[in-house]
């Protein structure tokens, strides 16, 4: 293996104390995963390219969890350099908001699909009660990261514009916060993770 002083400092990285939990036992993707033993995501900077772990490590200072392989020559195993490419499921809209954070929501109103204005990927299925006349909302949100991986266990708050009333939960292992019946109105959301900038924004 090559001596360290003579690699990059991406490639010295280290991991001082291993986690105990294995890796196929914790849930999420290729690239991080949850462990529930320490309820940490995990990185593994090894199924990224290069920059992109050198860009995770860089703005972690050191405060994230990581796995990775290590080549013959003592460099970090990484993927070639790779072209992105945003996908669309039906009624979900992918796309980076922030930068450690991103957030893609699912909208309709009266049953029928309605398309989200550029970068704002949020809807809001309507529903009148001819009884009260209210209006309740249903919003989901998948959070990841910079690189596109999901974030499990991340919170994620609505806030009432009007009321000031306050909806938390967290996402679940595929990175998603679903509001089943919330008032329809004008909210705040902040999504949260450990290590990770603070989401914030205003929708309606």
Request: glycine share 4%; aromatic share 6%.
């Amino acid at each position: 293996m090559a001596n360290k002083k003579h690699l990059a400092t991406f490639d010295r990285t280290t991991v001082k104390t291993p986690c105990d939990a294995a890796w196929e036992e914790m849930t999420g993707s290729d690239e991080v995963r949850f462990c529930r033993h320490c309820a940490k995501n995990v990185h593994n900077i090894s199924a990224m390219t290069r920059k992109e772990a050198k860009k995770l490590v860089a703005a972690s200072n050191g405060k994230t969890c990581i796995r990775y392989a290590r080549k013959p020559d003592g460099k970090i195993q990484t993927q070639p350099t790779r072209f992105h490419q945003i996908t669309r499921q039906t009624g979900i809209a992918a796309g980076i908001l922030v930068t450690s954070l991103s957030v893609s929501s699912v909208v309709y109103a009266q049953g029928r699909a309605v398309k989200a204005k550029p970068q704002t990927s949020i809807q809001q299925t309507s529903t009148n009660n001819s009884k009260t006349n209210n209006l309740s909302s249903q919003i989901s949100f998948t959070i990841s990261d910079i690189t596109g991986a999901i974030i499990a266990n991340a919170k994620v708050t609505l806030i009432n514009q009007t009321t000031k009333k306050e909806y938390v939960i967290n996402t679940n292992d595929e990175g998603v916060a679903r509001f089943d019946i919330i008032p329809f109105g004008r909210y705040e959301i902040r999504a949260h993770s450990e290590y990770f900038e603070d989401f914030t924004r205003i929708i309606r």
